[in-house]
């Protein structure tokens, strides 16, 4: 969990709560600038009435008394930090695949994105650049559940865009123990992509994303989103025609399966023709064979001696490989 290990959000409810900035420094100084670090800090429990081990745990990672006033501070950080840790586990616990990505605190998000202003030299951020944050919180679930999962141009929408436009409306989910909760689901939105321009501010704003998830880095995305436009904007061999932006901006469509494969191995059967079409040979088969003339209706299942060795119309028998077995059931 983001909070959890969070340095801009401990130090923003730190300031919140009133600990001077002196104290925070000492806090920092010793690595105790995360709720994470706080929960584990000592073997205490919150509801305790005994600080002893959280007061002897932080005098001797910053070397010094706490005085009564900073241990005050100090019982506050230690309870948030457990609450913290435990709603963390439970959250992990009770988390499904339907389950909205989690939300990055506002004062690690705030953290995220000035250093990438103060890193990323050259990129000028504006409002239509700068990622939404329900695509950053997406990209850190990612990172968090360990998965991969693609997101096309159309979805990669501003912040700009997520704030003007964004509505809800209530839903009925199931949690892990199959109760059913009433919530607010979001319109999923889409950015428009038609055109060069579109298409790369799109490709821009999943950069920033992923690298303010810290799940990619931002100039390593940026030599690929360049390499795609530079192929997307040269000219097409000649007889060919260029493809449209909402075309090459989709992943690629999947081939269809082999008629093997979705019959689990063995060869699909041929339908029945319908109406008089039986009587139409297919392309390979012969009418009369080696024995004689063979039945039509046989090869489809539709004669009404279908089982007997042969008919009034003639042999019972495959009318392109000549197997003692119906055309759409041979394998030829």
């Not at 005098?59 to 005050?72: A, D, F, N, S, Y």
């Not at 690629?252 to 023709?273: C, F, M, Y």
């Amino acid at each position: 969990m983001v909070s959890l290990e969070s340095k801009a959000a401990w130090g923003s409810r730190a300031r919140a709560i009133g600990v001077p900035d002196g104290f925070i420094s000492e806090l920092k100084d010793a690595s105790l600038d995360t709720f994470g670090q706080w929960a584990f800090c000592c073997a205490s429990d919150p509801s305790s009435a005994d600080d002893t081990p959280v007061k002897e745990a932080v005098q001797t990672l910053i070397g010094r008394e706490v005085t009564p006033q900073e241990m005050i501070y100090c019982r506050k950080l230690f309870f948030e930090g457990k609450t913290y840790a435990v709603s963390d586990m439970q959250a992990r616990i009770d988390r499904s695949a339907d389950d909205k990505p989690r939300v990055m605190p506002l004062a690690e998000r705030m953290a995220r994105i000035e250093r990438q202003k103060s890193t990323l030299v050259g990129v000028t951020w504006t409002a239509e650049l700068e990622p939404a944050h329900k695509l950053v919180d997406k990209i850190l679930t990612m990172k968090e559940d360990g998965t991969l999962v693609f997101i096309p141009p159309q979805k990669c929408i501003s912040r700009i865009q997520e704030i003007q436009q964004e509505k809800h409306e209530v839903a009925l989910t199931f949690d892990a123990t199959g109760n059913v909760k009433m919530g607010k689901r979001a319109e999923e939105l889409k950015c428009d992509t038609n055109g060069d321009l579109n298409l790369r501010n799109a490709w821009t704003r999943r950069n920033l994303a992923f690298d303010q998830a810290g799940l990619a880095s931002f100039v390593v995305l940026e030599k690929w989103a360049t390499k795609l436009m530079l192929a997307k904007l040269k000219e097409p061999p000649s007889g060919q025609k260029r493809e449209a932006t909402e075309s090459s901006a989709a992943p690629a469509p999947k081939k269809p399966k082999p008629a093997a494969e979705e019959s689990g191995g063995a060869p699909k059967a041929p339908a029945a023709p319908s109406g008089n079409n039986w009587r139409k040979l297919p392309q390979g088969c012969q009418r009369k064979g080696q024995n004689g003339w063979r039945c039509l209706k046989y090869q489809w299942g539709l004669c009404n001696k279908q089982k007997e060795s042969k008919c009034k119309f003639g042999i019972h028998e495959c009318f392109k490989c000549g197997a003692k077995r119906p055309y759409n059931q041979c394998e030829h």
